[in-house]
């Protein structure tokens, strides 16, 4: 009887002990998912900075395309009024050469008196 209350008592031991490791390990994998869980909650946090980060870029980029729209239009315009101040300089000019060799001929005509 004794031998059988001492081989309970071992077993019982035994099967103690091996819950208690199982326990250990139960414990120290709710610690390594706890770890998982805080890195990937890290590289969520991350990730939404990166995306809110894009999206700023993003608007930024909107910004300064349609500031280059603008400046291409000014541009343009400044072109197209450039090149009209051209073509009016160019008429002016032969105006001016129109009036010179006009000036030139009157300078080389003889003087009529003023009677006649």
């Known amino acids: ?3 059988v209350v001492c ?3 071992i077993t019982l031991t035994l ?3 091996r819950y208690e490791a199982q326990l250990r390990e139960a414990e120290q994998a709710r610690l390594v998912a706890e770890e998982r869980v805080a890195e990937a909650e890290e590289m969520r946090d991350a990730a939404e900075q990166a995306r809110n980060k894009a999206e700023e870029l993003a608007n930024d ?3 300064v395309r349609d500031d280059l729209t603008t400046t291409n239009k000014m541009l343009d315009d400044a072109k197209s009024a450039l090149a009209k101040a051209n073509e ?3 008429k002016a000019l032969t105006e001016n050469e129109q009036l010179r060799q006009e000036l030139a001929a ?3 005509a003889p ?3 003023a009677d006649e």
């Open 1 to 3: 009887m004794i031998k």
């Open 7 to 9: 081989l309970m008592a």
């Open 15 to 17: 099967g103690c002990n």
């Open 61 to 63: 980029l909107e910004v």
């Open 88 to 90: 009016d300089l160019r």
């Open 106 to 108: 009157l300078k080389a």
């Open 111 to 113: 003087e009529k008196p």
